[in-house]
């Protein structure tokens, strides 16, 4: 994961066979969001990484061990690890949503061009993490500039930290919520709408906005001044690139810009669920059974030949985690630990766990249909998606 939020790259989920040569190691302790505990890694300096092209010979990891970070069920694909700070740090990074590209540049020979539809802003380093000031409005009469980590790590639009001292208060028009799953584990808060957003010269209106409990910010808020975290909802509406070397942010607006901003409207939270068998036929067009092999007249039996070719696959399955109280998936019956085998008659293991979400957001009023299995029992479940807010 491409993870602007942290400083060091961390390694987790290593296998058996797998075996690292570790340099200058000393143990440690990490602490990350959500509700689990700190826990111990190793931290090596002085390795050499390569990323495509790009290389350097003085890159810190913390490794840790086990299965005490595992985010890969959550995402649908697996993630070995985090890439933070200590690979940023020694270029020019640009992150090209559109094109799904991440391009490093030389620091010392890079020259930005001109750009009359970009917008350059200058960023903080506190700890080796970017922080941007950015104008919030949350409602009409409330508008606040508050001081924002940079996270491309997190897939929400904005986190914002309540302060009652500050006058920062969640807006009326809010639900209670999973927010999300970080290295500590499960993230729990309240989802709301904030009026708009200023960037520079960039606005963004009716941003969704997550405001964690204060539970799970404890021990994580290093920089006083921070009010949040600015997340890849809204970092994938724009062409970035990082200049860490002279603190500089240069911003240009990509087709995602005009998208509004949706929060899933099922209520459901997914996650990988190790895998099913699924037999599968080849008959390369021909009919399954179509030749006789054995005939029986007295006991007026017949034994067909098959010319089809049985696979049996091993296929994702996904069961649901989470559910937000009161919504369209809660409402119908659906619960946690169910697994969920096919969406609107499509078997689920067609599909990426990113495709579900998408589906699961993407238009109020669409009609889902799942089948789950429960327990032993197949069960089928109707509802249709509504916006929360």
Known sequence: MLDTGVDSSIIFSLEKKDSLNIQNATEIFIRGWGDGKVFPATKSTGN?????????????????????????????????????YDFFKDFVVEFNYIKKKLIAHNTDSYVFDKCRRCDDLDFILYRNKPYLQVLVNVDKDNTFLMDFLIDSGSGDALWIFEDSELGIEIPSDNFKDFLGFGMGGSVYGKRARINNLKIGKFQLDSVTTSFPNNLYIKGVKTYE????????????????????????LRLKRNRNFSDSFEY?????????????????????????????????????????????????????????????????????????????????????????????????????GRTIKLKIKRNLANINIQFKLKRML
């Open 264 to 364: 899933d409207m099922s209520g459901i939270v997914l996650a990988h669920k190790g895998y099913t068998t699924v037999q599968d036929f080849e008959n390369n067009g021909s009919e399954v059974f179509d030749e006789v092999e054995y005939e029986y007249t007295d006991a007026g039996m017949v034994f067909f030949k098959s010319n089809s070719k049985v696979k049996f696959k091993l296929e994702p399955q996904y069961e649901v985690v989470e559910i937000t109280p009161n919504s369209p998936a809660a409402i119908a019956g659906l619960k946690v630990g169910d697994l969920v085998e096919t969406i609107n008659k499509k078997p689920t293991y067609n599909y990426e766990l990113f495709e579900i979400n998408k589906i699961f957001s993407s238009r109020e």
């Open 48 to 84: 050499s990484v390569r990323i495509g092209n790009a290389s350097h010979s003085d890159f810190t990891i913390h490794i840790v061990y086990g299965h005490q970070i595992n985010i890969s069920n959550r995402l649908g694909l697996p993630i070995h690890g985090i890439i933070g």
């Open 225 to 248: 001044p921070r009010n949040g975290s600015l997340g890849s909802q809204i970092l994938k509406r724009f062409h970035s690139t990082f200049d860490y070397k002279n603190k500089r």
